[in-house]
């Protein structure tokens, strides 16, 4: 098991010094910014590939923040607490204790400390503390314990669902997957509390590695809700395969939050292909964690497509357009929507999400009338 430690060594030289030679005692490869840095490729982009590779991550918080780079405005350790918790990988974070933090230090930690999507958090006063404690998480990963848990729901739970608001390109309307997350035992926002998070909306898609920084964004808000829209790449060709795509971002006034997304498709149409539609799912659920928008402890959540009878359940190859294709228009109308009726822990939209993805991908492909 590959794991990261990320954290900056002012203030904390002898834990990050001690915590490679127990990650190695236990039978596992530590990975440092120290041990690669010395490469071809830029340190950050090597640090971030290093990232990606790892199975599970480390953050220790001193009391230093470290240099910001002009290039995200945030430090190292930022930077990879972001890429980790959008790829979804478990992270355990540490806290030093009886040490002064920097302001902007204070600020990171709080938005560490306040995502609760089954991100394990704890504190150490030394070195000797906090060895312990990673010994005792790395053999609990290493028991391949669940972070999720399913409730049934007490009553159902009015979901706002964009159906009936079909997606367009070029003219042509396009089916489009929608996902929404829904958080329990939570009062909804305030006028001023929408119209502050509607206005970070934009940079919470950015931050989280969603989109390229050159891509234009156009928000919008209105009384019940704020929305970012993502425009979607156009083909090199009529049939150039294209993958799913997100495309709006909207939070509603509820604090339920809805992505909207093109299915994969080609030149004989959209796609809900049994592979593709999970992974697909768990990237939007992560994405959805990284927006860092749901703090609740459970949420629900759901997924539709619309315009459903435009759509095929074939196989996705994203290399090749297919020659042939079930009728694209059935001779009743249906609907692909799954409907709720259990809360899932807030892991769902991170270290669950692949198996919540399945969960969901499986229902909703098992109501297309084509699914055998």
């Not at 497509?305 to 020659?323: A, E, G, K, M």
Request: glycine share 6%; charged share 20%; with cysteine.
């Amino acid at each position: 098991m590959r794991i990261f430690i990320s954290s900056v060594r002012k203030g904390l030289e002898e834990e990050r010094n001690a915590l490679p030679g127990i990650v190695r005692a236990m039978g596992h490869t530590p990975v440092l910014f120290e041990d690669f840095s010395a490469q071809t490729t830029p340190s950050r982009q090597a640090c971030l590939a290093a990232l990606d590779s790892a199975d599970v991550c480390i953050f220790l918080l001193g009391p230093s923040y470290g240099h910001v780079f002009p290039e995200t405005g945030q430090s190292a350790t930022h930077d990879e607490w972001v890429v980790a918790q959008t790829a979804g990988k478990p992270r355990w974070v540490y806290r030093k204790l009886g040490v002064t933090f920097e302001d902007v230090q204070q600020d990171f930690a709080r938005t560490v400390e306040a995502y609760a999507t089954g991100v394990f958090r704890d504190s150490f006063h030394d070195t000797a503390e906090l060895m312990t404690k990673v010994v005792g998480k790395i053999k609990e990963l290493e028991s391949d314990r669940s972070p999720l848990s399913f409730a049934p729901l007490p009553q159902p739970i009015p979901l706002r669902w964009s159906l009936d608001q079909a997606g367009v390109k070029g003219g042509a309307t396009l089916p489009l997957l929608e996902l929404h997350a829904f958080p329990m035992g939570f009062a909804g926002y305030s006028a001023r509390e929408l119209e502050e998070l509607g206005n970070s909306l934009a940079d919470r898609v950015r931050r989280s590695g969603a989109v390229k920084n050159d891509v234009a964004l156009t928000s919008s808000s209105s009384q019940e809700d704020a929305t970012v829209n993502i425009p979607i790449g156009r083909p090199r060709t009529w049939n150039t395969p294209q993958p799913g795509e997100l495309m709006e971002v909207r939070l509603h006034k509820s604090g339920q939050v809805s992505l909207r997304a093109t299915l994969p498709r080609d030149s004989m149409g959209s796609i809900l292909d049994q592979d593709a539609l999970p992974q697909q799912v768990t990237s939007l659920l992560r994405f959805n964690g990284a927006l860092d928008l749901i703090q609740r402890e459970r949420i629900i959540v759901a997924i539709g497509v619309s315009d459903p009878n435009l759509t095929q359940i074939d196989r996705f190859n994203p290399h090749q357009s297919r020659t042939h294709a079930a009728l694209s228009a059935y001779s009743r109308s249906f609907t692909l929507q799954t409907e709720p009726d259990e809360s899932i822990s807030l892991a769902a939209l991170d270290t669950g999400a692949e198996e919540v993805a399945g969960v969901l991908s499986r229902a909703l492909i098992k109501q297309h009338p084509s699914f055998s």
